[in-house]
């Protein structure tokens, strides 16, 4: 448990059954595809290799990530000196909100575990982006507000029927 | 192999850092690409393009300028490996390329010979370089405990996935003696309570945790109270109801519950009472039965709250024998972290579950265990003491236990998994050693044989057991550890995979940067993209027409980077000079982005004033009447305006609306916009040019003697020259009771707004369109996007069969089908049904369809009438020559209306042009024309489907195909050779590079020899360029 929570898809039952989806909210769902192509150009592409440190634990800055090719792998100190893989971020997660929104330190280490591409929205990018599509950034606000909020509770009180739903 | 250049950035002050360059980026202090923070460099300061054979660099424009190796730039230097890059107090140098084969591991796999002669600082160590994910030891220990995923397994295999030795059928058989059994023992406890005590105390429950703990998956199977229990579901009559929320949250505590509650009710009572034991018995069994009709699955007992269910999962959780679970076929998925569906991994599931209401029983039941057990074999037999007191007794003893379970976690650094396995084992230890004196003594009363021994070796095997249990336990805990933390974790925040796919394709596409006059930020476009579908894709308001840059929809003026643009074909030059606008004018549909950036307005410039052009007129043309206000008969008073400055110009046209895009009417029936999407002429446009419209006018009667047009208002108009331009009108199918409300064409704006405003207004849900040509399949589609179901009918056996070969229709087909259009074939219809309005349509083959509108697409007929009257030669259409001339002298005709080359095209590019040489010759020009290839495009369905020339092949033509198979997108091309040249063409899918080669070859009729059929074959359609005049050399 100290190692963070488990929501495993060891038990993805095979059939369409209640039990079997997980929901997962998506980050800015119903966006069109131009929405995300504007919102992409306000951010600019970096490129990893395997290996390569994506976030450094404890750094300050800010940005936020969008995985769009490659895996991440987020590591955790374990031991003096150790690491220890706690997850495995795909194509398609969002990484890094955390310290976009408060400035904090980042929480863990992120290295590139595939050669990937990220897509990065710095704070001063999103402020342009809020000035050209002020609907899509505070849409975009909203989301992971919702989204943090979801996390919040579930943290809170994790519904036992968290696989079930 | 030469990969993706690799720059380095020198910046004052900052660590030098190497970027590899996959797709062109800017440089500057607030740029899209590479920042910097030296204040000489401008916001965006540079572009470095690089390509497969070479890496420029272009000045943005920048205040201070940019420098290769000391040169000032101009315009694009390519930079050679080396070669330094100034900006302000910054350098970039041209490191070298990337090795392919090495692709992934970026610079730090460089080979030091790739590096130019230049000594380079290493580049900046990475921060961290963790070690990798240590699950080596696990590996190790797994495989010394043989708890690592067996050969063709996986490492936590679901019970589908594990072998099945004992076929289902087999288990059946066996639990069905296993309840024969259970009710044999109930009965017996009835009649010989002692002899059924014997079995069941001494005998069954001594032995049952050591078959939990060794093979639970074989009592999984034969427990009686589970096959009656899925009685129900193997003979089909349970309700299946989805277990209610408290039962799920709740199922673990009530099972954990009984079983203490059960258990410790022995001493009072059933270790006395035999019959009260066999009621107890009964009651569980058909409490199991009644939970498997109610409940699917196994959710309503053997998972939720079966007493016995604690202690298998428990003592189930490190397997040493799997069974596969022979009782759900299929699995429903009833159950949270299923024991029966994935056994070797469930318990820990359970522990690491971030829900604490979750583990919490789960926990303290195993931290009770021990001291229970312990506390029920010394207070069993409670020798003086009073009932209340035992049971007190034993509450110590549970809360004892349960006390230092949890003491030992707050006090020793110890994982939860081997903390609730040392628990486990030592409770299974003390009741073997007191259960193995009850099994010895049954062994004696059985067979008659005293081994006073006997205890001993059982106490030994379950300890040694269950020291090899805790070991081969922590290192499942560990495998799961790792499985799980290597598995996505729910909490990351996900965008949906189409987003991703857009920052692909985002991320790949170099993009050409494009900026719309009026739009803040610049656009990126792929190469080869036409500017329309830019705009498009931008959203910017802009009108689509033929999409041939034939129709003048949408003229853009481009006012940059003209030169990035492909150069317009002769159909473009042709329409810009029709519409006059300035000379950067182009038409969007075809202008296609080879580079950039370009910068356009979607307002094209007016042209020169064209007044001095007009050097000879004939003055004795007075007046000019033209009938019809469609694109003919506007192209036509046009080029009269152009060619003859002041003679009366009289439009007459029957709909009340200016000059609109008829190609895009559909749109009305399901876009939120009304007409003004639509209108390609202002209303001042009549006035600007000194055009009479007589708009919502009809023209009843023209008289050639006295050279007058007869208005149906009354009034009179006198002309010189006529231009017939009244197009045509959509062919009224032979269907019984057509014409009553809920039936239409679609022909006109008015006739779209008709059908958007009927829909509304009863209701309709269902459709049925007659015809699978173009118009229909527009149509069909339109009301679909309206939301209707709609059913296509087709008199032949496939879609378009005049427009695309067989395989094509089938492709169309599939599309239609996909987005859920039904189309019929050789289904015709014979009348409408519904006395006030439409409410069905029968076919001729007896079928009956019931639909709310019924909408005719069966072709169009041109509008003749008027000319039949007059006594101008009239075919199927008003029969022209060359020169648009009717067989009438001063008499011309030009659009649908026309017969030209005994065709009535019926297509907006080919009515433009005629309009205009009508135009023209009327003026006393001489213009002719050629019937044309006729090409069809079929696009705002979902699919772009592009046609032209011959589609069947005749004895001797050569075909070629190529074909994507992507069901969401298909794509195929097809081209037809006839006597070595293009004679026809296909285009399915969005490629309007393919599509433009290829209309440019048919209509050039170019010659496609045999060496270019090869590469074509291969799938080289960029071959076709240039009309196909430049073939590959084999």
Known sequence: MSRGCYVSSFFDYPDQSPAAPAKVELLLGDATDDE??????????????????????????????????GQLEVLAPRGRRGYKRIALVEAGSVIGELSFF???VRSAHVRAATAAVLAELTPTEFDALAVARPDLARRLLFDLGRILAQRL??????PSTAGEN | MAGPPIIEIRELGKPVRRVVLHHAIEVGRECDGENLSDDSVSRRHLRLVPTPVALSVVDLGSRNGT??????????????????????????????????????????????????ALVLPPPPPAPVAPPPAPSAVATLWARALGTGPRAGEPLFPAYTEMRRRIPVRAWHGVRIASVVAYLALCVTLFIRPAGGQFWFFKVIVPLLPILFFTAPGLWRNICPLAASNQAPRWLSFTRALTAPDWLRRYGALISIGLFFGITSARIAFFNSNGAGLSVLLLVTIISAFFAGIAFKGKSGWCSSTCPLLPLQRVYGQTPFVTVPNSHCQPCVGCTKNCYDFRPSVAYQADLHDPDPDWTAPRKLFVGALPGYVLGFFLLVSHPGLALPEVYLRLALFFLGSVGAFYALQ?????????????????????????????????????????????????RVIVAVLSLFWIARTYVKGRQYEDDAASRPALPVIQISPRAAKVAQRAAESDGIEVGFAGSDKPARAEPGMSLLALAERERQPIEAGCRMGVCGADPVAVLAGGDCLTAPDEDEQNTLRRLGHADNTRMACVARLQSGPVRVSLTPEPGRPQAGKVAHFDRSIVSVAVIGNGIAGVTAADFIRRGHPDCEIHVVGSESHPLYNRMGISRLVYGRSAMQGLTLLPEQWYDEHQVVAWLNTVASRIDLASRRVFLATGDTIA????????????????????????????RSAGDALAIRAYVQQHGAREAVVAGGGLLGLEAAHSLHELGLRVTVLERGQRLLSRQIDEHCSELVHAHFARIGLQVLYRAESEALTGDDRVRGVSLKDGRTLRSDIFLAAVGIRPNVELARQAGIAVNRGVIVNDRMETSVPGVFAAGDVAEHGAQVFGLWPIAAKQGEAAAVNALGGNTSLVAEVPATILKGVGLDLFSIGQVAARPGDVVVVHEDPDPAAPSYRRLVISNGRAAGGIVLGTDPETMAAVTAAVKSRAAIPPPLVLELRRGHW??????????ALP
């Open chain 1, 36 to 69: 995300w192509a504007v919102l992409l150009r306000h951010g600019r592409d970096r490129r990893f290799g395997p290996g390569d440190t994506v976030v450094t634990m404890g750094s300050r800055e800010q940005s936020l990530y969008i995985v769009l090719e």
């Open chain 1, 102 to 104: 408060d400035g904090g």
């Open chain 1, 153 to 158: 509770r579930a943290a809170q009180r994790a």
């Open chain 2, 67 to 116: 420098q290769v190796n000391g040169t000032p730039v101009t315009g694009r230097v390519v930079l050679e490996p080396g070669a330094v890059v100034r900006l302000g107090s910054t350098e970039i140098v041209m490191v070298g390329r990337q090795e392919m084969a090495a692709a992934p591991m970026a610079m730090r796999t460089m080979r030091p010979g790739q590096l130019p």
């Open chain 2, 410 to 458: 707050a006090l020793v650094p110890v994982d939860t998994t081997v903390a609730v396995a040392v628990w486990a084992s030592a409770a299974i230890n003390i009741f073997y050693w007191f259960s193995g004196v009850t099994l010895s003594g049954s062994f004696t009363t059985i067979t008659g044989v005293r081994w006073p021994w006997l205890p001993w070796p059982i």
């Open chain 2, 719 to 746: 002309y010189d020259r006529l231009i017939l331009a009244m197009g045509s009108s959509s062919t009224q199918p032979p269907v019984g009771g057509f014409g009553r409300p809920g039936s239409f064409v679609l």
């Open chain 2, 1022 to 1031: 960029g071959r076709l360029k240039d009309g196909g005049l430049v073939p």
